[in-house]
């Protein structure tokens, strides 16, 4: 549990009054401390701080219940029997806690590995490093049902299946979506392509027409979504396409080619190179051709 505002922690507990007393400490706001006790408006506990390493303990005294996240604390409904004061609490509430904090997470598997889409909390924690513990809590629930003489009992597995995996261990089978929202903008010697980006691929191919070919070329291997292409002729059509690619275990896997996008680029801007009039009322106008 921890404080919920600033208070003070007490060595000792006068039960003539029924005050905290001896040493003082000043507490801060969300304070962690273990509960250990009960003693009458006061609880006895044990400080600690989180590190980075795991905890340090502190100092041991009486602090109000009051100043304390009592919400938490002594409620069957909401604090789940809490505090925990015995073995039978720490079980029977403590199966309560895991029953209602894995609501989406149906099954040890789920509850190490946390893949379900519903979680807010996806993918976040390492949940499994111990390679053995498929094998060793198999033989636990094989003899937890034995010796409770439920073995014949219909057992129902729940396999989660993911999308592109392969089919066996030999074979491998990866879709990779085709790429939209291709659009281009243009300037007099430039093109700016973009489209919408495609999340678990390794790059894109961005493809050119070639009039002479009559066909698409590949132009440029790209990580990004974006890519300006420049030194192109002005006042002049062009047309791309661009694919998606993913690499897997040594292989790349490419998907289909996008929708074309045409464009023309933008005549060049005429630069005046001089201006002369005359006095026949004429004015000659030169410029690069």
């Known amino acids: 549990m921890k404080t919920n505002k600033a208070t003070t922690l007490y060595s000792s507990y006068d039960s003539s009054s029924t005050t905290g007393s001896g040493t003082q400490t ?48 002594g409620d069957t409904t909401s604090g789940l029997g809490r505090p925990w004061s015995n073995p039978y609490k720490s079980i029977y509430y403590g199966a309560k806690y895991i029953a209602r904090s894995f609501t989406t997470q149906t099954s040890g598997y789920l509850q190490k590995f946390n893949v379900n889409p519903a979680s807010s909390t996806l993918y976040s924690n390492e949940y499994m490093k111990n390679v053995a513990a498929a094998a060793s809590e198999a ?63 390794s790059g894109y191919y961005v493809y050119m027409y070639d009039t002479t070919a009559k066909k698409y070329k590949f132009y440029k291997n790209v990580s990004s979504s974006s890519l300006k292409i420049s030194g192109l002729k002005s006042n002049k059509k062009y047309k791309f396409k661009v694919k998606a690619y993913y690499d897997y275990n040594g ?36 410029w690069k051709k």
């Not at 006790?37 to 044990?46: E, L, P, Q």
């Open 26 to 73: 000043a507490l801060s706001s969300s304070q962690y401390m273990t509960w250990r006790a009960n003693k009458g408006n006061y609880y006895y506990v044990r400080l600690y701080n989180e590190t980075s390493n795991g905890y340090t303990e502190g100092a041991s005294g009486y602090v109000l219940k009051s100043a304390c996240r009592t919400t938490y604390l």
């Open 251 to 286: 292989t790349r896997y490419k998907g289909k080619k996008s929708a074309a996008v045409s464009i023309k680029t933008k005549n060049k801007v005429v630069t005046v190179k001089s201006a002369k009039s005359s006095k026949t009322r004429k004015i000659t106008v030169k």
């Open 139 to 201: 033989e636990t629930t094989y003899k937890g049902y034995s010796n409770a003489g439920i073995l014949s009992v219909i057992k129902t597995f729940v396999i989660p299946v993911f999308n592109n995996m392969p089919d066996d261990t030999t074979t491998t089978s990866v879709t990779v979506d085709r790429v939209t929202g291709l659009t281009a903008t243009s300037g007099n010697n430039y093109v700016k392509l973009s489209w919408t980006a495609l999340s678990n691929v």
